[in-house]
């Protein structure tokens, strides 16, 4: 299993923006469908964003539709622009991935490859 490298996070304040980031090893050299998952204490791992390989097709959670975007800049490295962050955003931040498609993109059961998780604190 190819571990994916998660970096950003961290304590913030309700209202602000952060931006996490996710690579997967230079040694996978096909381009992966990448995802970002979040769990917040007591709940379930919940879907927030999807990017195909291509980068042209994305999909969100309608709790982050028009705050969050996720996006990828070179083959496998993605990021998850974060605003108007709020009490409720407070989780671990998973990035994962797959390398050939599989439906539901929104189930983490589909995806092969995972990040190390990543916490985000939203608090005053």
């Known amino acids: 299993q190819v571990p994916l490298v998660q970096s950003g996070g961290g304590l913030v304040r309700p209202g602000d923006s952060l931006t996490l980031s996710c690579a997967a090893p230079?040694?996978?050299?096909?381009?992966?469908?990448m995802a970002w998952f979040r769990q917040a204490p007591g709940k379930e791992r919940e879907f927030i964003a999807y990017?195909?390989?291509?980068?042209?097709?994305t999909m969100y959670a309608d709790s982050v539709k028009g705050r969050f975007t996720i996006s990828r800049n070179r083959m496998n490295t993605v990021h998850l622009q974060m605003r108007s962050l709020s009490l409720e955003d407070t989780a671990v931040y998973y990035c994962v991935g797959m390398k050939y498609h599989r439906n539901p993109a929104t189930s983490d059961r589909s995806y092969d490859y995972w990040g190390q998780g990543t916490q985000v604190t939203v608090s005053s």
């Open positions: 230079q040694s996978t050299s096909a381009s992966l469908h």
């Open positions: 990017i195909s390989g291509s980068g042209g097709q």
